[in-house]
């Protein structure tokens, strides 16, 4: 027998350094668009991770090397981050939508989407909104108010108030050159529809009255 002959019954047992898997060799991140921001695949180390922009991390950020061998948990998923459907308001719509998201309407980060109104309406708030990082839309919706148009200004004569728009309830005084006079007396009134109640008065010569 061997050891009856002073020989050791095996060799000297070496100690060598435990190590993980390495993620940072090609296709050692398989998960789509996720990054290593720090790495260390020797036991006790860390790999940290971040995703590409447009994405948000699903999972915890960082795992550690075991003593086994075995890196602590899976690799945390990329999800793109989205935006709701905006809300179009009543009376406007969409003239513009680009990149409309993958999932139920949803729209990716840094998509824009530009409103319009219609009829005797007019636009207020931002016309365009762009789809954030945090998953909100850049600005709230904007509204669409009936506006009554600018009618113009009588021949010989002058309307107050002067505005490109007019709110419902807005009253025209029509006032007459020297020498003139409204045939009518009524007064203009911006309805809630965007319509003018009447027609704008004209300024008639003395002398055809």
Known sequence: MDFLLGKWSAPVPRCELVKCESLSTPGGLYEPHLQLEEHN????GRAVFSCA????????????????????????????????????????HLIQSEAAGMDGGRYA??????????????????????????????????????????????????????????EPGDELQISCNPGFEARLEARPKCLPDGKWSSPLPNCTNYSQI
């Open 41 to 44: 695949n020797s036991y006790g």
């Open 109 to 166: 980060v840094g998509s824009l989407v530009q409103f319009a109104c219609r009829g005797a309406h007019q636009l207020e708030g931002e016309a365009s909104i762009i789809c954030t990082e945090n998953g909100f839309w850049s600005h709230p919706p904007p509204f669409c108010k009936p506006r009554c148009p600018y009618m113009g200004e009588p021949d010989n004569g002058l309307i107050a108030p002067t505005k490109f728009a007019y």
């Open 53 to 92: 922009w447009g994405y948000r991390l699903m999972g915890p950020p960082g795992i550690e090397c075991e003593l086994n061998g075995n890196w602590s948990g899976p690799l945390p998923k990329c999800v793109p981050i989205q935006c709701p459907p905006p809300i179009i308001p009543v009376n406007g």
